[in-house]
């Protein structure tokens, strides 16, 4: 989808259509979840700081996410998928790929039915999408940006090698900045260059990841279609409006996000082994503490237990704490927990 939330508010509130748009907190240590069209011609981008947003467009608008409006309208979304293919593999609430080989409209051309499916969704919620169609998953997710907003780009088998060679390496997906950075500083700055290393030498600077970024350098991508991914955590946090230093203030703070995180594990039927606490320092550096088990967490005392003394067990603080946060990952539905647990205890 593009500019999902913002364009979202846009389309509900006539008011905000043309005008620089974000979606987010306001206040100074407020994060941009998304920003309109007319935003990002100032360079504003998700995940930007709100005082920095502000910087870069003085007139920027500001308003809350409403995430029950767009889950709605994802799963409107997600109903047109349905009506073409069951292969259905979901990234996000506004992405997903689509596995149309064999669809279920008979239709043998994925570029008409990336057609078809965006006008269908411009007619039923009146928003827009892109589309990237080719013949792996890496080369379609580059496609998808190459046309936006509103529209579509196609990567033909005999293209897809000289399309990827010719890209900086921080347009892959899969790459971000540091990897980005750390590439540019062994001379590896395009699709190009990255073919040219080989896997031992991406593997000895990158670790695993090297064997992908070898394969994706030659528009090689065997990954599936995965419809109904396995969720791999369950996590929330949340941004102070200043520095807190003291356990007490923290140990609060800390709370809701426990209960977030276990109200989602009840609704769910999913329990975690391996509990993580996040901090960010008031200089933006942030760290992680965790705790596995054998057996996941079964009830929410024992989980606010652990947190609270990952959380004291950082005191004294070098500084003070801008941004705290809690995640549950080794995931297990709660059947699979006790049939953990009964192999345990026998």
């Not at 411009?122 to 998953?137: C, F, M, V």
């Not at 896997?199 to 109904?228: C, M, N, W």
Request: hydrophobic content about 40%; glycine content about 6%.
């Amino acid at each position: 989808m593009d500019a999902f939330y913002a364009s979202v508010e846009q389309r509900d509130d006539p008011a905000l259509r043309g005008r620089p748009l974000a979606v987010g907190g306001a206040r100074e240590r407020g994060v941009v979840a998304a920003a309109s069209y007319e935003a990002r011609q100032f360079g504003v981008r998700s995940a930007m700081s709100a005082a920095v947003a502000r910087r870069l467009c003085p007139d920027l608008l500001f308003v809350p996410p409403r995430f029950e409006v767009y889950k709605a309208v994802s799963r409107q979304i997600h109903t047109i998928f349905a009506e073409y293919t069951r292969l259905i593999e979901p990234l996000s609430l506004d992405e997903a790929y689509l596995d149309v080989t064999n669809n279920l409209q008979n239709i043998p051309s994925a570029t008409r039915i990336a057609t078809q499916i965006r006008a269908r969704i411009l007619q039923d919620t009146q928003l827009t999408a892109s589309a990237g169609i080719s013949y792996n998953k890496f080369l379609a997710k580059l496609a998808s940006d190459y046309r936006k907003p509103n529209g579509q780009f196609v990567i033909l088998p005999h293209e897809g090698l000289a399309f990827v060679e010719q890209l900086e390496v921080g347009q892959f997906h899969g790459v971000g900045k540091v990897t980005a950075a750390k590439m540019n500083q062994l001379g590896i700055r395009t699709g190009w260059d990255l073919r040219q290393q080989s896997e031992a030498f991406l593997r000895q600077h990158f670790g695993k990841a090297g064997s992908y970024y070898y394969t994706i350098a030659r528009a090689i991508d065997h990954r599936p279609v995965v419809a109904d991914r396995i969720r791999k955590s369950i996590g929330t946090e949340t941004t102070f409006p200043h520095d807190l230093a003291t356990l007490p203030e923290l140990a609060e703070a800390l709370q809701p996000c426990v209960e977030k995180v276990w109200n989602y594990c009840e609704r769910t039927n999913l329990r975690g082994r391996t509990l993580t606490l996040k901090v960010k320092y008031a200089d933006f550096q942030q760290i992680t503490r965790s705790r596995s088990f054998l057996a996941p967490l079964c009830d929410q005392i024992q989980f606010e237990r652990i947190s609270q003394e990952l959380l004291s067990a950082l005191f004294p603080l070098p500084q003070g704490v801008r941004l705290i946060g809690v995640a549950l990952s080794n995931l297990d539905t709660a059947a699979e927990s006790v049939s953990r647990q009964l192999a345990l205890d026998f």
